[in-house]
Nanobody, 122 residues
Framework: VQLQASGGGLVQAGDSLRLSCAAS????????MGWFRQAPGKEREFVAH????????YYSDSVKGRFTISRVNAKNTVYLQMNSLKPEDTAVYYC????????????????WGQGTQVTVSS
């Protein structure tokens, strides 16, 4: 199983970025997909989750209204559209796949990508 995250970069506050996560080696359409992030010196935190059909999404309070998670099962890809970025969004962003479990707990996820760096300057 491989989850390949991409799309990170260095942007200014208020800018937008779209992260992508391409999955292979698993039946993508039956997995819920999540995005987590980890800033230097901090624990990994939940960002967003989308269920396997794509009709239910969940967000952390810190990104709700600014970030949008989506998926295209035909492309085995999940996206994270990030708008109105803030310096506190700076972190390594990870995508992950979960067959079952609580979507906000990183321990519930079965597979993880390698992460993509997002840096937001003020």
């Amino acid at each position: 199983v491989q989850l390949q995250a991409s799309g990170g970069g260095l942007v200014q506050a208020g800018d937008s970025l779209r992260l992508s996560c391409a999955a292979s080696g698993l039946t993508f359409s039956i997995y819920g997909m999540g995005w987590f992030r980890q800033a230097p010196g901090k624990e990994r935190e939940f960002v967003a989750h989308i269920n396997w059909t794509g009709d239910r999404t969940y967000y952390s309070d810190s990104v709700k209204g600014r970030f949008t998670i989506s998926r295209v099962n035909a492309k085995n890809t999940v996206y994270l559209q990030m708008n109105s970025l803030k310096p506190e969004d700076t972190a390594v962003y990870y995508c992950a796949a979960a067959r079952f479990g609580s979507w906000y707990r990183d321990t519930e996820y079965d597979y993880w990508g390698q992460g993509t760096q997002v840096t937001v300057s003020s």
